[in-house]
Every structure is written in C-alpha cells, then in structure tokens.
C-alpha cells in the first residue's frame, strides 16, 4: 500500500469555490488545485439567493479534474441551509444570509427568550443571519411547511454526492441550537422557541464515515469506486483553525478571508455575560475544542470596494496604500452598516465623515483605512479575548486568503504588539484534507497534524514595529464615536 495518499478538499467560500487535491504522507504535504469556480449569489424577485445547483455543478468538475482519490470531504460558510421535501427534492434555492429576511427577526427572538439567555444556552455571537433567526424569519413560509429536511450547505452537497444525510457538528454549532457544553442539540431552548430538530439529521463529528460517492456521480466524474465521503470541519473556519501551524506556544489565531475570525482555541466555552457584551462567540472545533472567536467584517469591504472600482491591480493597490499616513481614518470593521453589499466607498467615506475624521478620497486612502480599521479590529478582538478567556497569547497566527495581503499582516503585527505568523492560505482546504487523513490513519492527533503543517507549508514571519500607543489611541478615538 502506499504511504502517499490522496484527498479531494471541496472549499466553498462566500466567493468563490475550489476543489484542491491533497497529497498526504507521514512527512509531506502538497496541495494542487484541481478546479476553481465562482459562487455568484443571484438576486430574484423574492430576495437573495445561493446558486446552490452551480456550485454543485462545480463540484462534480472539479472530482472530474481531481482524479483518483483516496476521500472527499466538503466544507463551506455556515449559517445557511436547503430545504429537501418528503421525496428528498430540494425546495427552492438556499437563501443568502446577506437577505434582508431576518431584518428585525433578534428582537422577536429575544421577546420569548432573552438575549442573555440565549447567550447562556448556546455561546453564540448575535449575528442577524444565525441559522435560528433564519428559522424564525420563515415560520409560515410555503417552503418550511413543505420541508420534511433542513440540510447544511456542506451537507446537503455531500447528500447530493452520497445519498446520505447527516448534519456536521461544527457547522451545527453556527445554527444558535447547539449546547457547546454538551455539544449537542438544545432541546429546551429550540422547543421554547417553536423550533423542530427533527428537520435536522442525525449530528456527525469531524472524521466520521458520510457515505460512498453515488454510482451517477462516479459514472459523471470518471471515478472509480469506491469513493468514500469523510465527514470533515465542514464549517471552514473549523478545518482553517485545525491547519493553525501551531506548536506548544500560547497563540491566537485570525482566519481571513471575506470575514476575519479572529480568537483563541480553548477547551471549554466562556459563557459570561461580559463575553457576551462584547460579542464573542463559541463555535465548536475538532477533539472538543472551542473556537473561541469574534466575527469582523473581513477583507469584504475591500472586495467590495475593488468591484466599485472596477477591479484595479491590487498589487499596485496595496502599494500606493502603504505610502498612506498610518491610522489618518478608521472605521469600526464590525459595523452591521458595511454588511449589505454596495456603494462601499462611499459608505466607508460617510463613516469618516459622521465621525469627524478625514474622508479618505482616493482607492489608495480608502483601501489604507480598510487594512488599518481590519488591524484595529484584529487587535481589539485578540485583546478582548486573551481577558475574556485569562489565557495570554504569544504569536497570533494569520491564515487564509488575507495571508497574501502583506501590509494587513505588518498592521496586524503592529497593532497587536505581537509577532505575526501568516500562513498557510489555503488552510481550510488543507484543515479539510487532514481530517481525511486521520480518518483513515494516514495522520496522528491535531498536535501532529499541526506539526506537518509546520514541518511542510511556507510561512512568514512579521515582528511588531514601533508601540501600540498610537492604536490604543486610534481605538480610544473610535470608542467615542
């Protein structure tokens, strides 16, 4: 047999969407894409809405281009769901959590069970498009009285693949119905709310066996079975934090992307109510841990922007922005107002404006506030949760697509006081392939798998330049506004 085996990672982002091959020994690890495909939300009469089909017609293309491999595994964004009806047909297209649907939906929530409650049964971070106030928002809809099955992205495509139905644990955790002390269902709470679990399948743990590719599925892709599905982290930020390359030291980690995640891995949730005032959330991970985290509005705004400007050269971009004085203007990063897509550069200029700084005018002074007002926020939230949890960091680790960006990690670096290691990009999918591996024994305990990463990814370095005076000060300037 050989020592070297093969996975196939399916990674869909808020963006875009990619199959990459994992090539897997005791002591190598290569990652080859073998498809990337876009994921364009379609507007229709009734709201926003995924093209789930397309990106499933994606999938199949990229099994096609991946070749033998050993498993699939498949993660994505949390929060959102498909329908399925007593045949098991999906209902309708999954709809986006950008949708304007659960406008208002918190505070209906919060009339029969508390905010603080709520916090205290679950550890999640409000967000208006959690999977509960989904839920809430469609109570009466057509489609969710017709439902027989609520599936998770991620697992409805791996139902597509399999036949097979189950409901992955660490994207169950984003839905505001799981106990992550018991990490499990929270019956009481789901029932106080008129919320029916027995829409969701049986829970799967990261590592559990998902079913064989179909017989029409190997027969379209060219593969030859079988072909196991391998249930991973299939919320990505799950397989991101599991690719952390981190050794013994105490680190805290920022998954960037469309959204920065930045926070502690812990072995316990903190459940306060000073955690829940500022806004942390406590998802679960892989081997019992907690991923400890705050959710920020990510290099969105700058993706936002770029497609306002007609997609300049982000090279040169970013070149013209480090020559931009530091912290002139900043934003809130976490501000609900920057989450609707459109008209960002204006909306970031009306923020500075309301809040008495200079207006930043040009692509180069906009994209500095940007990065500056993402290593503010990345700083406050590493701050925040080293107090919250009474666990100090030493490194904070960048992962994912923002690795690229290497102004933000100097920022990050800067703003933090704390050495800064970027790397690996691509760590959901290679958080997705190493759970594979150590399903099928290729690959030991998350503490080994993290050695690999280390042993095998390219990594960079940042040390932190000049105080953090003038960020406390900027952030001081933010909190009075």
Known sequence: MSAVKSYAAVDLGASSGRVMVGRVGPDSLELT????????????PEGLRWDVLGLYA?????????????????????????????????????VHYRDGRTDGIAEKVWATVPAAELYA?????????????????????????????????????TYWLTGEQGTELTNASTTQLIDPRTRDWAHGLAERLGIDLSLFAPLRRPGDAAGVLRPEVLEETGLAGPVPVTAVGSHDTASAVAA??????????????????????????????????????????LDGTVRYLRNIMGLWLLQECLRAWGQPDL??????????????????????AFLAPGRMPERIAAACRASGQPVPATPAEITRCILDSLALAHRKAVTDAQRLAGQPVDVVHI???????????????????LPVVSGPTEAAALGNVLVQARAHGLVGDLA????????????????????????????????RD
């Open 244 to 285: 952390v390359p981190a050794g013994g030291e105490r680190f805290a980690y920022i998954c960037t992307g469309t959204w920065s995640l930045a926070g502690l891995e812990l072995d316990a949730p903190v459940l306060t109510e000073e955690s829940r005032a500022a806004n942390f959330t406590n998802e679960l991970g």
């Open 399 to 417: 992962v994912g697509g923002g690795t690229r960006n290497a102004l933000l990690c100097q920022l990050t670096a800067d703003a933090c006081g």
């Open 448 to 479: 080994g798998t993290r050695r690999l990463l280390t042993r095998t990814q390219p990594l960079t370095r940042y040390e932190p330049r000049g105080g953090t005076q003038r960020w406390q000060a900027a952030q001081a300037r933010l909190a």
């Open 121 to 157: 049964a679950t550890g999640l971070q409000y967000a208006p498009f959690n999977t509960l106030y989904q839920l809430t928002a469609a109570r009466g809809s057509a489609q969710l009285d017709r439902a027989e099955r609520l599936l998770l992205i991620p697992d409805l495509l």
């Open 33 to 44: 894409e073998a498809h990337r495909f876009p994921n364009r939300p379609v507007r229709v």
């Open 315 to 336: 090279g040169a971009l970013l070149l013209d922005a480090g020559k931009v004085p530091a912290l002139r203007s900043v934003v809130d990063a976490g501000d609900a």
């Open 58 to 94: 994606g999938v199949l293309d990229g099994l096609k281009g991946a070749g033998a491999v050993d498993s699939v595994g498949i993660d994505s964004w949390a929060v959102d769901y498909g329908l399925l009806d007593a045949d098991g047909a999906l209902i309708g297209n999954p």
